[in-house]
């Protein structure tokens, strides 16, 4: 099994830059597609971003597209995730998540971290 810690998060002011990240634990973490989600107060989980195992290929919801930015280390096992120019909107917990090469769906979540965003 896989387990997925997050880390980084805190209190930031609009404008201000966080960097999230996410130590993974696992014999194949290397190879599976790893993702950020979060979940604002009174919303549902949304997408945030997405990393291939090559980090060749990534993916932005619109709403980030331009402020935030998916890597990976394989080599340590962490994937990150760094936001700038953050927003009150933005406040929410956010969670690190991988995918094995079989699913269609994230088969890992870790606990969290939260994060927010003061105006």
């Known amino acids: 099994q896989v387990q997925l810690v997050e880390s980084g998060g805190g209190l930031m002011q609009a404008g201000g830059s966080l960097r999230l990240s996410c130590a993974a634990s696992g014999s194949s973490v290397s190879i599976y597609q790893m993702g950020w989600f979060r979940q604002a107060p009174g919303s549902e989980r949304e997408f945030v971003a997405s990393?291939?195992?090559?980090?060749?290929?990534?993916g932005y919801a619109d709403s980030v597209k331009g402020r935030f930015t998916i890597s990976r280390d394989n080599a340590k096992n962490t994937l990150y995730l760094r936001m700038n120019s953050l927003k009150p909107e933005d406040t929410a917990v956010y969670y690190c998540?991988?995918?094995?090469?079989?699913?269609?769906?994230?088969?890992?979540w870790g606990q969290g971290t939260q994060v927010t965003v003061s105006s």
């Open positions: 998540a991988a995918k094995r090469p079989l699913s269609r769906e994230y088969d890992y």
């Open positions: 990393i291939s195992w090559t980090a060749q290929n990534t």
